[in-house]
């Protein structure tokens, strides 16, 4: 059974950081694109960063410059370090492949507010 369990969110203040965690179990991931996606309160959810299994890295909007993915491939982990934290960052953060399976974890929250 495949589970996703994510980590490491939090309330900081704009420009504060924070490193998420990921732990996937139930398949071996090393082959595939794992990624990061964020929900923001009222919006639909969206993809913020991407590593394949080549270590090929991809960041959507924003997190360019600001937000760094890696992965630990033989703990089925990936992380996402997140710097310079801004208002808009606020959401809940879920990791998944790309493209996305049907099983989500519960993901965790970051809220940037002052």
């Known amino acids: 059974q495949v589970q996703l369990v994510e980590s490491g969110g939090g309330m900081v203040q704009p420009g504060g950081s924070l490193r998420l965690s990921c732990t996937a179990s139930?398949?071996?991931?090393?082959?595939?694109?794992m990624a990061w996606y964020r929900q923001s309160p009222g919006k639909e959810r969206e993809l913020v960063a991407g590593?394949?299994?080549?270590?090929?890295?991809k960041y959507y909007d924003s997190a360019e410059g600001r937000f760094t993915i890696s992965r630990d491939f033989a703990q089925n982990a990936v992380y996402l370090q997140m710097t310079a934290l801004k208002p808009e960052d606020t959401g809940v953060y879920y990791c998944?492949?790309?493209?996305?399976?049907?099983?989500w974890g519960q993901g965790t929250e970051v809220v940037v507010s002052s």
């Open positions: 998944n492949l790309r493209p996305q399976m049907a099983v």
């Open positions: 139930g398949r071996d991931f090393r082959l595939y694109t």
């Open positions: 590593m394949t299994a080549d270590r090929d890295i």
